[in-house]
């Protein structure tokens, strides 16, 4: 059973305009949730990160919103770069420190110039 | 940076063979983790490790074990390795950041078994 969903595979998004990339949870525990990017050949690099007790986390370009009656989570990437292509994974755990995350299986961002 | 290393970065073995991953870390964190990640799965979990000598199991531990003898390496064996263990390896460590804990990640293995 998939606790962590990402039901696009993939996304193709234009230079400046907005991406948005969706994440569904099943896990009513999970209350801290991570975005992280992947290059080919590269390990995950952590973007962005939101507990609970928000609604919504701003990094620069990036902002994660959170709706936990939905059980649902969104980055978007605002304004899209060539560089923002690669794929994302949003993860999931229980805040209790140090719980291993539990992974969506991701969705490949295309920005096209 | 988080100052993960993985060892091997690329190997190919056999059906059959054992095979150990080294993941070295040079900050003393104290929670180190594995994962591999396969197309269409995502990243799983396999072993962690909270301590030397404490370790656990995640998602997909069957026929992997690890140890952990000293804080800095966290090694990965397969006993016997089989192809369906073909896959890129994943080492983490957890760190806190300006939010909560965050998790960072070596380069990677990637593991031909054939």
């Known amino acids: 059973d998939q606790q962590v969903k990402q039901n696009s595979p993939s996304l193709s998004v234009q230079e400046g305009r907005i991406s948005i990339l969706n994440c569904d949870y099943t896990n009513s525990m999970f209350d801290y949730f991570l975005w992280y990017k992947k290059y080919p050949a590269e390990g995950p690099t952590f973007l962005i990160s939101i507990s609970s007790i928000k609604d919504k986390n701003e990094d620069g370009r990036f902002t994660v919103f959170l709706n936990k009656s939905a059980k649902h989570l969104s980055l978007h990437i605002v304004p899209s770069q060539p560089g923002d292509s690669a794929v994302y994974f949003c993860?999931?755990?229980?805040?209790?420190?140090?719980?291993?995350?539990?992974f969506g299986k991701g969705t490949r961002l295309s920005v096209i110039a | 940076d988080a100052g993960i290393t993985q060892s091997p970065r690329h190997k190919v073995t056999e059906t059959g063979t054992p095979v150990t991953l080294r993941c070295h870390q040079t900050e003393n964190h104290r929670y180190m983790y594995w994962y591999r990640q396969d197309p269409g799965h995502g990243l799983r979990l396999i072993h962690y490790?909270?301590?030397?000598?404490?370790?656990d199991k995640g998602e997909v531990s069957d026929g992997y074990s690890v140890s952990r003898s000293k804080t800095e390496d966290f090694l990965l064996t397969l006993e016997s390795a089989t192809s369906s263990q073909t896959s890129v390896y994943f080492c983490?460590?957890?760190?806190?950041?300006?939010?909560?804990?965050?998790?960072?990640f070596g380069p990677g293995t990637r593991l031909t078994v054939l």
């Open positions: 993860a999931a755990s229980e805040w209790t420190g140090n719980t291993p995350l539990v």
């Open positions: 983490a460590i957890s760190d806190q950041g300006a939010g909560g804990p965050v998790q960072y």
């Open positions: 490790s909270y301590g030397v000598k404490d370790t």
